[in-house]
Every structure is written in structure tokens, then in C-alpha cells.
């Protein structure tokens, strides 16, 4: 019984906080926003202002300040593929419940026909499979606990059918969710709700590419750069709410509580998730006793050739198991048994325009 164990819990560490010693507030969430987001900067890079929009998410829900009848949140993710979406919520998954699995992901162009909103709610009383009330939602990630949130991702949410946005559109309203037997409830009020979509991809492309691409614009961003950037988001959020507005009803607009607009991922942002996918490489390689370094110049040919505006980071990352993971595994392949732990080093070669490596012993 999870919840009667972290209510018990949160009772006790009421009682021990003595008056007067500088504690923060206490409530039944025991994350702290600051560590949260120290994590998340860490690993999420390029996307301040989606940032922001979890910190102060955060604070509303660690404040235990939320609508009680209605979601902790609702946000709206727009932007192009690959520039950090559904990795966010992936990471704050993982930093708060633990595991990167630690949230339902609902996958929508699934759901694209009306009738496919029963994979949702069940299907209707005289239908099979009606008596058992089965859904593709997991309760348990979905709900949460009394000291944690529940996580959900409705990714690609422009590919879901009108009936299965209904569906959404009241839990929004409710936070309750029934299931067509009438004898199970999701409650969404203890929930943290994402949605992804791509609606507005191209014409962020297009915007964004024609940025600074003229003298007067060139003019503009010198004379008062603030200014500048500040009046080009707002123009870019009324071409995207237009564009959305074409595929989602203004009620159902209404009940979003962020719509945040991610950026295309830039070259020293590519460098920066270098780092971060060789982090990840070394996790794996400790079953083989040995570590990668990936120099300056390496990183720098890496992030050249994964810069893609279109593909984002997924670019970056068939880079990376193009000129790192592969002729990496060939190494390991032939490696003598009983090798002594060491270190690879990767290099870019100018001439031939790749990677090479260089191994030595974890001593030297």
C-alpha cells in the first residue's frame, strides 16, 4: 500500500521538523524544485524556455497549490522532432520516480480512428471486453502516490481522432476518468499531463530560418537585441497558435495550462548532447571494464556532421553510433580475453575525415 506508507511517512517528518530551524515548507511532495532542476539542466540543453515553464510547473505542484478537482498540469509541447520533447519528461520521470519508465506514455497515432477512443476508456457495456474494464492507461504510474506525482505523455496528440480528444478534453475539466464498465476510475488529479505534437513544425522551420537572413533584421537584432528576440517570439507564438487553432478547438486550448514552443537544437547545443550521449556509452561499457574520451576536436566533427534542423538530436545520435558505437564495438570484437581495463580515446583524423581511436591501460 504505497499511499498509506508515504502518508504515514510525510506525518512523521511533519512531527520531527521542529518550529524555527529554517525548514522549508512542508507539504506531501518531498521533491525539491531546485535538485529537480539542477538535473534536468544538466541533460536537457538548448530549451531555456521549456525549462522554465518545469520549474515553474514545479513549484505550483511542490507548493500543493493546484485546482484539486482538476490535473496538477497540463502542458503542450510544439516544436519540430527531435529537439528534446518527449526526453524531458522522460528525465523528469527518472529523476522523480526513479526510472525512465516512470510515466504512461500513450503513443496517439494509435488512437487516429473515433473508435480507438475505447482503447482508452474501455470498451462500451455490451461490446467485448466490456465486463473487464481494460485500458492502455496504467493507473498506478498515472495516479501516482501521496508523496509523488503521477506522469502521463500523450505524444503526437495532432494524430488522435476527435472523440479520443473528447476523452482528454474531460479529464481536463474533471480530472476523473471512468472506464465504460462503470466500476474502475482513474483519477488524473494527482497527475502531471504533457502532450507533444508537430503541428506547427514548418512553420517554425521556416521562421526560424529566415531569422537574421536580411539587412533589416540585422539592423534590428544590433540596435536592441532584447527587443529583438522578444518581439520575434511573439510573432512566432501567433503564427503557431493560428496554425493550431486549425486542428484543436479553442476549448480544448483553454484547458492547456502551458503551450511551449521549443527551439531547433544549434551546433554548440549538438556538442554539449555529445557529452551526454558519451555518459550514456560509458554506462555500458563498465560491463566491459573500459572507458571512452572523446577529444575537443572529435566532438566538434561529431556535432558537424549530426547537425541536421530538421532531424535534431536523432541526427546527432545516428552520428554518434556511425563514427563512435561501430568501429567502438569492432575494437571490443577484437579485444584479447582478459585485457586489462583501459581507456579508448577517439580522435578526428582531418585527412580521412573520421574518428579514430587509440587505446591504453587505465594505469597510464
Not at 483519477?187 to 499531463?193: G, M, Q, S
Not at 534542423?309 to 571490443?332: D, M
Amino acid at each position: 500500500m504505497p499511499f498509506i506508507n508515504d502518508k504515514l511517512q510525510d506525518l512523521e517528518q511533519k512531527r520531527s521538523a521542529s518550529p524555527g530551524t529554517g525548514n522549508k515548507t512542508q507539504t506531501r511532495f518531498r521533491f525539491d524544485v531546485e535538485d529537480v532542476m539542477g538535473k534536468m539542466r544538466s541533460r536537457i540543453y538548448g530549451q531555456e524556455q521549456a525549462m522554465e515553464s518545469i520549474e515553474n510547473m514545479l513549484k505550483i505542484v511542490r507548493s500543493d497549490i493546484a485546482d484539486p478537482d482538476k490535473p496538477l498540469y497540463v502542458g503542450l509541447f510544439l516544436g519540430p522532432t527531435g529537439v528534446g520533447k518527449t526526453e524531458i519528461v522522460r528525465t523528469l520521470a527518472e529523476i522523480i520516480h526513479g526510472s525512465k519508465d516512470g510515466f504512461c506514455r500513450v503513443d496517439m497515432n494509435t488512437l487516429a480512428q473515433d473508435h480507438y477512443a475505447a482503447a482508452l476508456t474501455g470498451a462500451p457495456p455490451g461490446y467485448v471486453g466490456s465486463k473487464e474494464g481494460s485500458t492502455i492507461l496504467n493507473k498506478e504510474k498515472i495516479e501516482g502516490s501521496f508523496s509523488k506525482p503521477g506522469i502521463v505523455l500523450f505524444d503526437e496528440i495532432e494524430k488522435a481522432g476527435p472523440q479520443v480528444l473528447l476523452t482528454l478534453l474531460n479529464i481536463f475539466d474533471n480530472g476523473i476518468m471512468t472506464i465504460s464498465s462503470g466500476d474502475k476510475v482513474i483519477d488524473f488529479r494527482n497527475t502531471i499531463i504533457f502532450m507533444t505534437s508537430n503541428i506547427a513544425a514548418s512553420d517554425i522551420y521556416r521562421f526560424t530560418d529566415r531569422q537574421l537572413s536580411s539587412a533589416p533584421a540585422l539592423f534590428s537584432y544590433y540596435a536592441n537585441p532584447a527587443n529583438w528576440v522578444r518581439r520575434e517570439q511573439n510573432l512566432l507564438e501567433r503564427i503557431v497558435m493560428r496554425k493550431l487553432e486549425r486542428f484543436l478547438k479553442p476549448e480544448f486550448i483553454n484547458r492547456i495550462d502551458d503551450i511551449v514552443i521549443f527551439n531547433w537544437l544549434a551546433q554548440p547545443t549538438l556538442e554539449k548532447v555529445t557529452g551526454v550521449l558519451t555518459e550514456q556509452l560509458n554506462l555500458r561499457l563498465r560491463k566491459h571494464r573500459c572507458t571512452l574520451r572523446i577529444d575537443n576536436a572529435a566532438r566538434d566533427f561529431l556535432a558537424e556532421q549530426g547537425y541536421n534542423k530538421k532531424f535534431g538530436a536523432r541526427a546527432l545520435k545516428r552520428a554518434f553510433r556511425t563514427y563512435i558505437e561501430v568501429p567502438l564495438a569492432e575494437l571490443l570484437m577484437e579485444r584479447p580475453p582478459g585485457e586489462a581495463p583501459g581507456v579508448y580515446t577517439a580522435s578526428y583524423s582531418p585527412g580521412g575525415a573520421h574518428v579514430v581511436f587509440q587505446h591504453s591501460s587505465a594505469s597510464e
